[in-house]
Structures are given as structure tokens and as C-alpha cells.
């Protein structure tokens, strides 16, 4: 069982940044594929990036292009999303999911998850 907490998420302005963080208790955090996916109200949930288990390879939604980037430390067993030039259609819960089926966007592909952080961007 992987326990999965996401943290760093805030109330910003239009234009700002925010940074979200992501702990997995995995004891072999390096085996895990870590992505991101966002829930904004009334709406279905929506990938928002992933990054394979070394971090070399890292894909994003069509949305969150050339704005977020995801990162990984193993040797904390954390991973990371700077979000950067925030738009108010970010606003969002934003989760952090775990797994081991590879390299994929697919939430169904993903058995761990956290409870979520909460990001809202003001105009």
C-alpha cells in the first residue's frame, strides 16, 4: 500500500506561481510513476502531467504546456509541481497519483492517490 499526500496549494492572483508537492511512503519510491491530474467544479478530472520513475521523462496536458513543469526527488520521495503563470481556468483541486504500470496518463493506470490540494487563481 502506497500512502499518497499532496500539499502547497493556495488561494494566488492571476500570473502568479505555486509550487505542489507530493509524498509517497513507497519504500521503493524510485519504482513509482508519479502524475498530477486536476478537478475543477462540476467538471471530470483532467490530466495534468506525469513523470516517469527516474524523471527523465516527464508528458503534460494539452492545458499546462510550457506553464508547469513536474520533478521528482527520489531520494526524498517526493515529487513536485511548479505551476507557473496561473490562470484562473487553473483553478482546480489538483491530485497526485501513484503507481507502477509505466509511463502513462491514463488515471485508471494509477491505484494510489492523494486527497487532494486545493489551488484557486483570482483574476
Known amino acids: 500500500q502506497v500512502q499518497v499526500v499532496e500539499s502547497g496549494g493556495g488561494m494566488v492572483h492571476s500570473g502568479d506561481s505555486l509550487r505542489l508537492s507530493c509524498t509517497a511512503s513507497?519504500?521503493?519510491?524510485?519504482?513509482?510513476?508519479i502524475a498530477w491530474f486536476r478537478q475543477a467544479p462540476e467538471k471530470e478530472r483532467e490530466f495534468v502531467a506525469v513523470?516517469?520513475?527516474?524523471?527523465?521523462?516527464?508528458s503534460y496536458g494539452d492545458s499546462v504546456k510550457g506553464r508547469f513543469a513536474v520533478s521528482r526527488d527520489n531520494a526524498k520521495n517526493t515529487a513536485y509541481l511548479q505551476m507557473n503563470g496561473l490562470k484562473p481556468e487553473d483553478t482546480a483541486v489538483y491530485y497526485c497519483?501513484?503507481?507502477?504500470?509505466?509511463?502513462?496518463?491514463?488515471?485508471?493506470?494509477?491505484?494510489?492517490w492523494g486527497q487532494g490540494t486545493r489551488v484557486t487563481v483570482s483574476s
Open positions: 513523470i516517469s520513475v527516474t524523471g527523465a521523462r516527464t
Open positions: 497519483a501513484a503507481g507502477r504500470f509505466g509511463f502513462t496518463n491514463k488515471s485508471s493506470e494509477f491505484p494510489y
Open positions: 513507497a519504500r521503493s519510491f524510485n519504482t513509482i510513476t
